[in-house]
């Protein structure tokens, strides 16, 4: 990072980490979650590489750490519902603990691949992988050709994947 990248941060911290730390906080209801964010929003900002202007730093900042907001609750559903999932099956089937901890990472990434997807592509994909549809049905649903699902159900698999190999 250059010198004047570094006094950027250096700035940014020094003038609005308590801001942020006191407005996550308020939003979480937990000072160790608005730590965390709030270290995680700095090195959002420091990984982009861009820098607002004094006068934008605030509002740069919280809509930084608006989305680490979304991206927590998200991955409590995801974990909450992998949770519920497993309380459905006998406990000595479970997985490890280990096990568990990749597989709801695994799941939070495919939900943040197919949140990327426009929406029908998602939606398509949804509809035969969790409903059950053929694509014949999902194309009636949607009000597009057969040709149409298969291209949205191509698209999902491969962004799935590529998340899965890397």
């Known amino acids: 990072m250059s010198d004047s990248g570094s006094d950027s941060v250096h700035s940014l911290y020094a003038n ?3 801001w942020l730390h006191g407005w996550l906080k ?3 209801g937990c000072s160790f979650e ?3 964010l ?3 929003t700095y090195v959002r900002l420091i990984a982009s590489r861009r820098f607002p202007q004094p006068d934008e ?3 740069w900042l919280m809509q930084i750490a608006k989305g680490l907001v979304v991206d927590l609750y998200r991955h ?4 909450a519902a992998f949770r519920d999932s497993l309380a459905l ?3 000595d089937r479970w997985p490890s603990t280990e096990q568990q901890a990749i597989a709801i990472e695994t799941l939070v990434e495919i939900d943040a691949v197919l949140a990327s997807l426009p929406a029908r592509v998602r939606e398509a994909f949804l509809l035969s992988r969790f409903d059950g549809l053929t694509y014949s049905e999902i194309a009636v649903r949607l009000k597009v050709s057969v040709a149409s699902v298969r291209k949205y159900m191509l698209r999902a698999a491969l962004a799935c994947f590529a998340t899965l190999a890397a």
């Open 57 to 59: 730093s605030r509002a």
């Open 16 to 18: 609005h980490h308590a």
């Open 89 to 91: 099956m006998p406990e």
């Open 38 to 40: 709030a270290h995680d």
């Open 76 to 79: 409590r559903q995801i974990e």
């Open 26 to 28: 308020r939003k979480l």
């Open 34 to 36: 608005a730590a965390d």
